[in-house]
């Protein structure tokens, strides 16, 4: 079992591996609309990556409102 | 020609077509890839009527109001239904405000009944907000888990009555809708939507996208935006056609769900619509040399072919990949709530998928004016819809002034706000505070906007008075929120963004410390909601005698300014 703060580094790493950025430059409390400069298709996408690689379902309203990459990780170790 | 002259109320529509076309699919709600329920007329009726007579038996009566908060889903569908059946008027509000924007909304409203999911009422139930708005006496949650803790809620599943419940007649001119337009923040503008509104629009649209049974219609813009309300749900189901909901909007599950349901027609933003173009253009530019140049053929023969009219039949046919990606079904896809780029039109149809443009605001009871693609124009949002009257106010000399509209679909007013409603509809003149122009051929060209306020690609109206709020209690001199645009009019639609405008305290500078503050309380308004921008004046802004901020004399001072220089970073 993960512990919430190696779900929270595979998030980051995801992110960044995702929008081509280099490995680190993500950190947990970043706003990734701000952070990335992405809309919420763009962000959609991330989700759908990141439910690939935990191997779990995050509905949509689980992540309404979302726009920290730690807040994310919480919904995601909430369901591992 | 779709005939709804008969009826006095939406309620009444939805009830004969309830009947007419029992036995047609109604609905379709699917989850990723697994399809959920699919539900005929007469399946919709059996699963409202008990929901109705539970409201009924509530003391839930002619001109009540009932607020509905939750994502596209046929329970949607289902709510708005037997609250029109019971004579109540529906209070659609988007389930993507903050549980205190929705509790101030709930509130202004005056609704009685709140009808929501499970997920948004664990975040409205623990919001401070709740306190303020004691007139929701009636909460229904769908989809709650068996034994979760519903905080003062019903389920909406066990919510039945049992017996027939009894229809309840209302005349045109009733309100059937508040629909918020905006007011989140300031002053909250509620579109009172009659009857008469909706059902004269249903016929205005249908005459040049017509819905009958067998038409699919996906639904992905919310259902209480004023577009999907009435091509998601009024328009489909007084005609006999069927909405599919999906409930999740990830990419993937929405291009499946073309081919998986033969959709007909779908609504979109213009950012989900760039997003398919940029999509579909990375497939063709990956095309091996030799089938790039035979792709290109065809679509310049489609090109030519259908450059008066669309002729789905031939695109279909001659583009068949393309159009089977889209299921084969596809008439055309709506697109609203923003401004639209005209190449991103243009490239759609030009691979024989019109997009059905337009222009047209809530209060006008959603759309003005439609391309109605004989010929396709990508340049301009179409002709006036039939029964809209569109004038041209104090032209310039190039044609553009604002544009008003008259029509039986304009609202009956804001809710609670007389003085706005004044000033807003004149003579019954909707003045719309965009601006535009005629071309000879009758289309409208939008020209930006006379008012302060945004257009999101998403379809966000973003009012400054409605982002302020966060700003209160800065250690600055004075500020106020401004568009860009407001300030300085440039004649277009794209690009919008908001501005804070700053008069620091003698001796203040715009430095880090500032900008940190600024920063922390910008991130706290949802994304689309942010400012962009400061902009430095040093002098006091003018004010009315009871201090309110003349915003129009402010802009005007600012005007002066040059804005690249002028907006400072954040």
């Not at chain 2, 923003?338 to 337009?358: C, M, S």
């Not at chain 2, 909707?430 to 005629?438: H, M, Y």
């Not at chain 2, 109206?461 to 966060?470: K, Q």
Request: glycine letters at 8%; proline letters at 5%.
């Amino acid at each position: 079992m993960r512990t919430l703060e190696q779900t929270t580094q595979e998030v980051l790493d995801l992110a960044a591996k995702h929008f081509q950025l280099p490995a680190g430059s993500l950190a947990p409390g970043d706003d990734f609309f701000k952070k990335l400069g992405i809309d919420s298709l763009q962000t959609l996408e991330m989700l759908s990556r990141l439910e690939n690689h935990f191997g779990i379902e995050l509905p949509d309203y689980e992540v309404q409102g979302v726009s920290d990459f730690k807040t994310l990780a919480e919904r995601i170790q909430s369901r591992l | 020609m779709l005939d709804l002259s008969k009826y006095q109320s939406i309620g009444e529509a939805l009830r004969d077509a309830l009947d007419q076309y029992a036995n047609e699919v109604c609905l379709i709600e699917a989850d990723r890839d697994r399809e959920k329920e699919r539900l005929t007329y007469l399946e919709f009726k059996a699963r409202a009527h008990p929901l109705a007579k539970a409201l009924q038996d509530g003391s839930f009566s002619s001109g009540d109001r009932a607020s509905i908060i939750m994502t596209n889903q046929s329970k949607w569908l289902i709510s708005a239904y037997a609250i029109f059946f019971t004579g109540g008027v529906l209070v659609p509000l988007d389930y993507k405000l903050t549980p205190d924007e929705q509790w101030q909304l709930l509130k202004h409203s005056s609704a009685s009944v709140l009808i929501t999911e499970y997920p948004i009422w664990r975040q409205l139930g623990a919001s401070p907000g709740r306190a303020a708005a004691s007139n929701v006496g009636t909460i229904l949650v769908t989809e709650a888990p068996a034994n979760a803790d519903l905080d003062g809620a019903r389920r909406w599943e066990e919510f039945r009555g049992a017996g027939e419940p009894v229809f309840i007649a209302r005349k045109r001119s009733d309100t059937a809708c508040i629909v918020y337009s905006s007011g989140t923040g300031g002053r909250s503008k509620g579109c009172m939507m009659t009857h008469e509104n909706y059902l004269e629009q249903c016929v205005a649209l249908t005459s040049i996208y017509p819905f009958c049974p067998g038409v699919r219609y996906l639904s992905i813009l919310p259902t209480n935006h004023a577009i999907d309300f009435m091509v998601g749900f009024f328009g489909p189901l007084t005609c006999g056609a069927a909405v599919v909901h999906l409930r999740t909007l990830r990419p993937e599950f929405v291009r499946e769900a073309f081919p998986k349901y033969k959709i007909t027609y779908v609504s979109l933003v213009p950012l989900v619509l760039k997003n398919l173009q940029k999509g579909l253009q990375t497939r063709f530019d990956a095309l091996p040399p030799g089938k790039r140049k035979v792709f290109n053929a065809l679509v310049r023969i489609n090109k030519a072919l259908t450059k008066s009219q669309p002729l789905l039949g031939i695109s279909r046919r001659l583009l068949k990949q393309v159009h089977e990606a889209f299921g084969g079904e596809l008439r055309t896809i709506i697109v609203g709530g923003a401004f639209t780029e005209p190449q991103t039109l243009q490239f759609f149809y030009d691979l024989g998928i019109p997009v059905a443009n337009g222009y047209g605001l809530t209060e006008a009871g959603t759309a003005i004016t439609v391309n109605d693609l004989r010929p396709f124009r990508a340049d301009t949002v179409g002709k006036p819809l039939p029964g809209m009257e569109v004038r041209i106010v104090n032209p310039a000399e190039d044609g553009v002034g604002e544009v008003t509209v008259r029509s039986k679909t304009v609202m009956a007013g804001y809710l609670n706000e007389p003085e706005l409603t004044a000033e807003t509809i004149i003579d019954g003149w909707l003045q719309t505070g965009d601006l535009g122009r005629f071309d000879g051929t009758g289309h409208l060209q939008l020209a930006g906007r006379k008012k302060n306020m945004i257009v999101t690609e998403e379809g966000k109206n973003i009012y400054p008075e409605d982002v302020e709020t966060v700003f209160e209690s800065l250690r600055v001199g004075e500020f106020c929120v401004f568009a860009a645009n407001y300030i300085w009019p440039k004649r277009s639609m794209i690009g919008e963004k908001l501005v804070l405008v700053l008069h620091l305290e003698p001796g203040q500078q715009y430095g880090e410390e500032l900008r940190r503050e600024i920063n922390a309380r910008n991130n706290r308004l949802l994304n689309y909601k942010r400012i962009q921008g400061v902009v430095l004046l040093d002098e006091d802004f003018p004010r009315t005698a009871s201090l309110k901020i003349k915003r129009n004399v402010l802009a005007e001072r600012l005007a002066v300014l040059d804005s690249a220089a002028a907006i400072l970073p954040l």
